[in-house]
């Protein structure tokens, strides 16, 4: 645990100290500190022994030691076809043609996925500090993303295209998702975010979110009945289709659910509080935020109703955590002091943090180990 603490304090103060620093002043300065920010969690993501996350070994180092030997880029084995995503297998490809450590491949994956998170967020700089941002996305996601490789740095990407929605350009949202797309497919659910937003503020009267948030329920409660047959028919039609069926109807359910369902239903409950002040303050983004909230919090029930692995689909509204969670609680701007703020939102953050990586150990990441790291230390 302690690697991961020094870790996030150090990348977080660079952060804060970083965005310190006066516009038009030493920007050269700025962004190398910046740099550094990201760079120190890269680092120790890609120094980690191979163990420490439970689809490394699965398929991430599998596919890297394939694109080392097969002569072109077409070469790989059909075993991957709509299962590893074409982008994924051309980014080993690439990175096999100049190295041939494996850590490296690592290191430089989260290093992309990092960069993405950061200019997603360094968008909203001036809504609430950067480091905020990012302190979300290691307490929610970094551990997540020892595991999840391909599809967190699918997610990083389709995210970055959330600004155009705000704009209403769509295409330009498309492309960044669409990119996503080519390393893991889950990232084309972010597509939805579009009509959600059309719908947020077309429709702004709190039953009409109400009503959204029912027959969202309702499609979570009743995931098997509506979604497997749909499957089902699909199948031998649409690659690895059977995939998603099997993630819905897997049979050991995950009581967590409600645990994790509470905990961010305490973030709607702050959110409705201060609705008229967030809404005021961001205005069209504003009705847009609330129904990410609630949907949020509500699709937290997946794993309880479809079982364990369907939090492989929950990890999209929940990327969202990112800007929500500084939104939220920078509302009670007013009320509170900044600092008692920041530690609200410390805590908030670490003590999810904890519970899921290092109390349940999920993800495989809780003994950080890496041989590496042990040679120089």
């Known amino acids: 645990m302690i690697y991961y603490l020094v870790c996030f304090s150090l990348s ?12 038009g002043q030493c920007e050269p300065f700025r962004w190398f500190v910046y740099g550094i920010a990201l760079l120190i969690p890269a680092v120790l993501a890609g120094a980690r022994d191979l163990s420490i996350g439970t689809d490394v070994l699965s398929y991430a180092y599998p596919v890297f030691e394939e694109a080392r030997v097969i002569p072109y880029i077409e070469g790989f084995s ?42 997603t967020i360094y968008q909203w700089r001036d809504k609430f500090p950067i480091w905020l941002g990012m302190l ?7 551990n997540l993303s020892f595991n999840a490789i391909r599809q967190c740095l699918a997610l990083s990407i389709a995210f970055f295209g959330i600004k155009y929605i705000f704009e209403r350009k769509f295409l330009l949202f498309a ?14 659910l972010v597509l939805a975010y579009y009509p959600l937003f059309w719908y947020a503020n077309k429709y702004t009267s709190k039953k009409s979110i109400l009503l959204l948030s029912v027959i969202f329920l309702s499609l979570i409660i009743f995931s098997n009945q509506i979604f497997i047959p749909i499957l089902s028919s699909l199948s031998g039609v649409v ?9 819905l109807a897997y049979i050991e359910k995950d009581s967590s659910g409600y645990k994790n369902f509470i905990y961010f239903a305490l973030l709607v ?31 937290q029930l997946t794993t309880f109703v479809a079982g364990e692995y369907a939090n492989r689909f929950i990890i999209v509204p929940d990327w969202m955590l990112c800007f929500s969670i ?20 410390i805590f908030y953050c670490f003590f999810y943090w904890f519970y899921i990586f290092i109390y349940l150990g999920f993800n495989e990441t809780r003994d950080y180990s890496s041989s590496i790291l042990s040679s120089i230390f």
């Open 12 to 23: 977080l103060f660079l952060l804060w100290f970083g965005q310190k620093i006066r516009h």
């Open 78 to 119: 059909t075993i991957y076809e709509g299962w590893i995503g074409t982008g994924y297998l051309w980014l080993n490809y690439a990175l096999s043609q100049v190295t041939s450590n494996f850590n490296i491949i690592l290191f430089f994956i989260i290093f992309i996925e990092i960069i993405f998170v950061f200019f």
């Open 136 to 142: 979300v996305f290691y307490a929610f996601f970094f």
């Open 175 to 188: 492309f960044w998702v669409l990119l996503g797309y080519l390393f893991h497919k889950s990232a084309i």
């Open 239 to 247: 690659p690895r289709v059977d995939a998603i069926a099997y993630y």
């Open 269 to 299: 409950l702050l959110f409705l509080y201060k609705r008229k002040i967030i809404l005021n303050n961001f205005q069209d983004i504003g009705h847009f935020l609330e129904v990410v909230v609630i949907i949020t919090a509500i699709s």
């Open 326 to 345: 500084p939104i939220v609680f920078y509302s009670y701007i007013k009320t509170f002091p900044r600092t008692v703020i920041n530690i609200a939102i």
